[in-house]
C-alpha cells in the first residue's frame, strides 16, 4: 500500500506511549502536523491536564492538525472514563493543497494511532468547544 505522507517510527512510538498512558483527572492532548516538504508526520506538542478551551488556542487557526486527544468524559451516573478520539482539525480557512493532504493521509494516521472515534473541526477555536465534544461522544 503507496503512503503520501510517511509516519515515523519515532511518532508511532510516541503515539503509542500516549495511547497506554494512565491517567485518572484532566484530558491529555497530542498534536501531530505534516511537514509539507519532507512528506512526513512531525509531533508538534503532548499536553497534560488541558482543558478543550486552552487547546483550542494552541492550534492553528489556518493550518491542519491531527489531535490524538485522551479527554476525561464525566458521566451522568457520576464514573469517569478517559476515551481516546482523534480530532481531525481542518479549518476551512487552510491552504488547500495542505488540506489535500492532510486529508488524504488521515486514514494512514487513524488507523496508526488506533483511534476510531473521529470528530471533525472545521470552524476553528469557535466550534472546538467542551459542550461540542461532550455532544459528538454521547452520540457514540
Known amino acids: ?15 503509542r506511549k500516549f495511547r497506554f498512558a494512565r491517567r485518572n483527572a484532566g484530558s491529555a492532548a497530542m498534536i501531530v502536523k ?8 512531525e509531533e508538534v506538542e503532548q499536553f497534560d491536564d488541558i482543558s478543550i478551551e486552552d487547546l483550542a488556542e494552541e492550534l492553528p487557526e ?3 492538525r491531527y489531535v490524538v486527544l485522551s479527554y476525561e468524559l464525566k458521566h451522568t451516573d457520576g464514573r469517569k472514563s478517559f476515551p481516546l478520539v482523534l480530532i481531525n482539525w ?15 493521509a488521515f486514514l ?17 477555536a469557535e466550534g472546538f468547544t467542551k459542550e461540542f465534544i461532550d455532544s459528538q461522544l454521547s452520540h457514540s
Open 1 to 15: 500500500m503507496s503512503h503520501t505522507v510517511d509516519i515515523p517510527q519515532e511518532l508511532k512510538q510516541s503515539l
Open 34 to 41: 505534516i511537514n509539507k516538504q519532507k512528506l512526513t508526520m
Open 62 to 64: 489556518n493550518s491542519p
Open 90 to 104: 481542518a479549518p476551512r480557512s487552510g491552504e488547500t493543497g495542505l488540506l489535500t493532504l492532510h486529508a488524504s
Open 108 to 124: 494512514d494516521f487513524q488507523s496508526t494511532a488506533d483511534v476510531s472515534k473521529v470528530i471533525e473541526v472545521r470552524d476553528g
